[in-house]
């Protein structure tokens, strides 16, 4: 039988091709494509269910991440683990069916029911359970540190609103602890369990250097929040480009601190380094670049509710779906016994090339949409029209990555460790 980690493996793998999938639905539905297949789904349900896979596939992979590094050190509570992991196939499982048909809360960020909120909540603290005999050590902590911050945001989105108002704060917190705190300090913690792997650093260097990346990304989580729950009063104007900059500064480095492993490679033939790098680029991209331009108070005030408000949230949570493929490769090879590449290095190219390009294509279209719409006052829909050629970019994007997403899996099934696997049980 295989291990929980190769549980969570498999899940990851089949929740990004859902949501390549039902992302392309999305996308060719925004372009109101005539096809039977694609009235089924309406664009806000296909939409909310995208985004819905994509957190599920970002919070799984890390999971199963942190679940892979604790096992392979002999650690944590094989039998809470074991049954963390069926638990957590089932919650996928209900997440997936409120998706499809139509269940899901219309709450930007956090679109799962509030019933599967509270099951992640609870599974993921039998997580923790079961990872605690290793949290002594410094990559372990940083991970489970990010996990119970990711718990405790979506605990707080469950928190009923008094008034709209208090509802966005409370909604704004929520997300600014799951997907700019939470993830990315898990994220980062596996991205150095990966370095460890394919670079000659050392692990004694790796566990001190993990805590300054830790409070890094816990500052940046602070920055990007904060325009969320205060909204724009006249106190924040000033520090608002002091922000804008801060924020890319603190993702750059971190880049910067990771730089040396991708220097000193070792005899690693796996292609956890290049899809850590890609996780490392869309978080400097999506919360240092964009959610930093959004800091400044006058521009958000233009871009609030824009494609670019959309394209930094997908881009964070890709960064960390970035990560997590990065530990499925390897842990795959792992539990094979091999020191070789398992999915390769096209379903690698395309994924990127696909994610690159729709974040470009969508990123170019919410500038226009802010000039023509929010500056020079043209019509919503005529904006829109205006916007068809990039947003046909945005699909073409959106299909490289799930063809890439399909490949990955074809030959991940292909590849999976079979008996392998046994032998950490």
């Known amino acids: 039988m295989p291990t929980s980690a190769y549980r969570f493996f498999q899940l990851t793998v089949v929740l990004l091709v859902l949501y390549a999938l039902a992302a392309l639905v999305a996308g060719l539905k925004f372009l109101q494509a005539e096809d039977a297949l694609l009235t089924v789904l309406p664009y806000q349900q296909a939409n909310g269910w995208a985004n819905s896979l994509l957190y599920l596939t970002a919070l799984t992979g890390l999971v199963g991440g942190g679940v892979h590094m604790v096992t392979r050190q002999g650690q944590g509570n094989r039998l809470i683990l074991r049954a963390v992991g069926w638990l957590w196939t089932l919650v996928v499982i209900v997440s997936v069916a409120a998706g499809a048909l139509g269940l899901l809360e219309a709450r930007s960020g956090l679109e799962l029911p509030m019933v599967v909120d509270a099951a992640i909540v609870v599974v993921g603290a039998l997580v923790l359970v ?44 929520s997300v600014g602890l799951t997907q700019y705190t939470g993830l ?10 990966l370095m460890h792997r394919f670079s000659n650093l050392t692990p004694a260097w790796l566990e001190r250097d993990i805590y300054i990346t830790a409070a890094l990304v816990m500052l940046a989580g602070v920055l990007v929040s904060l325009p969320g729950l205060s909204g724009t009063p006249d106190w924040a104007s000033p520090l608002g480009g002091v922000m804008a900059v801060a924020l890319p500064v603190v993702y750059l480095m971190i ?7 991708l220097t000193r490679r070792n005899a690693t033939h796996t292609l956890a380094a290049h899809w850590f790098v890609l996780g490392l680029v869309l978080y400097v991209l999506g919360i240092g670049l964009v959610g930093g331009v959004q800091m400044i108070p006058a521009v958000r005030m ?65 500038v226009v949409q802010v000039y023509l719409e929010r500056m020079l006052s043209v019509g919503y ?19 490289a990555t799930a063809l890439g997403a399909l490949f990955y899996a074809v030959v991940y099934r292909m590849r999976r460790p079979d008996t392998a696997a046994s032998r950490y049980q």
């Open 255 to 261: 880049a910067a601190r990771c730089y040396p492993a």
């Open 130 to 173: 079961g990872c605690a005999p290793a949290l002594r050590q410094g990559l372990a902590q940083v991970w489970a540190m990010g996990l119970a911050v990711s718990l405790v945001g979506i605990l707080i989105g469950l928190i009923p609103a008094g008034d709209l108002q208090q509802g966005r704060g409370w909604q704004a917190l």
């Open 302 to 366: 233009y871009t609030l509710g824009t494609r670019l408000s959309d394209l930094q949230s997908t881009l964070t949570l890709l960064a960390a779906c970035a990560v997590g493929l990065g530990v499925v490769n390897q842990g795959t090879a792992e539990l094979r016994g091999q020191n070789r590449r398992v999915t390769g290095l096209a379903p690698f190219w395309l994924v990127a090339g696909g994610i690159l390009g729709s974040g470009l294509a969508l990123g170019l279209a919410g």
């Open 184 to 193: 990315p300090m898990m994220a980062l913690a596996l991205g150095y369990w």
């Open 381 to 399: 829909l005529d904006t829109q029209h205006l916007l068809i050629p990039l947003y046909g970019g945005w699909v073409l994007g959106l299909g």
